[in-house]
């Protein structure tokens, strides 16, 4: 009897004893539990628990049976802690390795996929003219190009890193060249026509002056907006008004210049400006009578009107000659010279203004003031 209580007492203190274990002799302590059972189970009959020639009643068993169990509960509760302890333990080790843990290898492509989704850049887009970029951000200054030829188209072209994209284009016909480009609050009242397919181009078909706008979509919602710069198709020539090829004309006969785009006008290869009122006024070439006037726009279109120049009628101001020039001359009518010193072509003598002359002959004279 005593030797049973004195084994009972050694499987409490080994349960007791394996609670207050620190973590590194846990596993020794549940392989002593295993061993203690098992032996118990070996010396455990129906009811009755035999050692030697020694039989103890069924509380005996009772006993053993409370030994037991709390030996048990404290193995399951050991067996527990390891069990937490371990999957703490690979918990971090997937945290800080990723890829030796299926959790981890599972987790990390959805981690992957979902940043390279929301680092996709917006739709970009080029416009060419020419072969030229020509993208402007929107609003501001138009700078305008010419061209005098329906040969020309914008080329447009849209991507999102390789991802499909919805382009769109508005061609516009501008009718005040002063006017600043169309900005972005603007964009969604444009009367926008679907590209074929991310690319597009956009011929300019008759005379005007354009700018092209141009939005892109891209597969994940993201748009884009963007501008060309100006360009004016004139194929039409300048023009004047009065004058005809090959007439004669009064020196200092007023013409007109009828071209929007106008870029310059000489008259005997001297660059003119218009007078107050814009027009310009016809002259000798030197001391001949030949007048040569060319005018040239902007997108390189040219005109040339030649005629023949006569003198001044004088009597428009009073028979007076006021200033250097070709004057017709009349016989029989009194002309005075304006202040200053003069001379006559194909004369040397110098005559002081203020007095007056006749003309022995009726016909064109070239004065000149110096």
Known sequence: MYGKWRRLSVLGMAALTGCMMPMGTMLAAEENTVVVQEIEADSVSGNT??????AIPDDGVNIDSEVNADAGNAGGEINTDIENAGSEVDADNAAVDGIDFLSGAENEPASVDAKTQAGIAAPVIDIKWQGQSQKYDLGGKINYKYINNHDQAFECLANQDGQAVTLE??????????????GNEQMN????????????????SKDGSYILYVKAVGADGQTTYARSGGIVVDT?????TVLVEGKTYP???AFQVSE???????????????EADGSYRVSANGTSSSCVIRIKDKAGNEMTCSITVSGRDPAADGNVISKTGMYSLKTGVEYKLAEGKWKIYGDSTVYRGGS??????????VFMKY
């Not at 007056?356 to 004279?365: I, L, P």
């Open 236 to 240: 039409i020539s300048p023009a004047v």
């Open 260 to 274: 929007a785009n106008l870029e310059s006008v000489r008259i005997n290869e001297k660059l003119v400006t218009p």
């Open 169 to 182: 284009y508005y061609l516009e016909q501008v009718s005040d060249t002063t006017a600043e480009a169309k």
């Open 251 to 253: 020196e200092g006969t």
């Open 49 to 54: 628990v035999v050692s030697g020639d020694d």
């Open 356 to 365: 007056s002359f006749y003309a022995k002959t009726a016909g064109d004279y």
């Open 189 to 204: 009242s444009l009367s926008w026509q679907s590209a074929q397919s991310s690319s597009e181009r956009i011929s300019l």
